[in-house]
């Protein structure tokens, strides 16, 4: 993914609040989730370090989702602690945790996350807006993503009005233009064919390299998983095996965030 034409530099993502340098940029431990009777988590320890790629793999119902979503701090988990940063999600309220959702990390899901009447453009400057981005300056700077994704000409066009890999470039796009510390996807490749799902991995994995963000991804597919730099396996709310491993050096191609790296 080339920097676009133009060289523009965008201003610098906002500064993170970090933890003791060499912890890791997110961190769950204990993590228990019950739905009535049912323990989707029972226990997780998971660490993703700064840059890495993290695949969450397992059987249907066995807690992949439940874990992204407490991970992402979209579900508050019974017990157990997730850190992300110096943040510890599971003191914060939930408007705390909506804003750091917002300021802090990015979303793909398998489809849905875009809004059908906003051309593409405007779907992804949404997020900037909603930091209080200027609308010229939030719309600069996604046409600049959108650009970097192979999008260039695209930008005016509704979700309906582009195919199933470029709507989910678009919400690549959006995950990614405000500089998050952590990218979450859920099955972001699910309702594509095999082709187009992996120039969407592509897309996914070199502009969350380019930018210095982390990825959770949870997928069943196996070539999906090969994008990524580890694969937790999740079996009856356990993960059972997550150990450290190296920062993102999948097949993803030498991207260059238009924003520049963290
Ligand atoms: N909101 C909910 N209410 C009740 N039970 C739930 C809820 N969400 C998940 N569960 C249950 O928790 C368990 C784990 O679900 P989860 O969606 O995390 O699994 P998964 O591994 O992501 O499954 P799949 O691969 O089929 O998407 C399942 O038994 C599921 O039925």
Not at 40 to 51: I, K, R, S, T
Not at 197 to 210: F, I, P, Q, S
């Amino acid at each position: 993914m080339p920097r676009t034409a133009a060289g523009h530099s965008s201003p610098a993502p906002h500064p993170t609040p970090g933890g003791p340098p060499g912890s890791p940029r997110l961190s769950a431990r204990g993590v228990v989730k019950r739905f009535g009777a049912t323990t989707a988590l029972a226990g997780v320890d998971v660490d993703v370090a700064a840059g890495e790629t993290v695949a969450v793999m397992g059987p249907s119902g066995s807690g992949k989702s439940t874990l992204l979503h407490c991970l992402a701090g979209i579900l508050a988990p019974d017990a157990g602690t997730v850190r992300l940063g110096g943040t510890d999600i599971g003191t914060l309220n939930e408007r705390d945790r909506s804003l750091l959702r917002r300021r802090r990390l990015g979303f793909v899901f398998q489809f849905g996350q875009l809004l059908g009447e906003l051309p593409a453009v405007e779907n992804v400057a949404l997020p900037l807006m909603l930091q209080g981005v200027a609308r010229p300056e939030a719309t600069r700077r996604a046409a600049e993503w959108l650009a970097a994704l192979g999008l260039a000409g695209k930008e005016g066009r509704r979700p309906g009005e582009l195919s199933g890999g470029e709507a989910q470039r678009v919400a690549v796009a959006r995950a990614l233009v405000t500089g998050p510390e952590v990218v979450f996807a859920d099955e972001p490749t699910g309702a594509l064919d095999q082709s187009t799902g992996a120039d969407v991995m592509r897309a996914l994995t070199g502009a969350t390299a380019a930018a210095g963000a982390s990825l959770v991804l949870v997928t069943h597919d196996e070539q999906v998983a090969a994008w990524c730099s580890r694969r937790i396996h999740v079996r009856d709310g356990h993960v059972t095996d997550a150990a450290p491993g190296q920062p993102a050096a999948g097949p993803a191609s030498g991207a260059s965030a238009p924003g520049g790296a963290r």
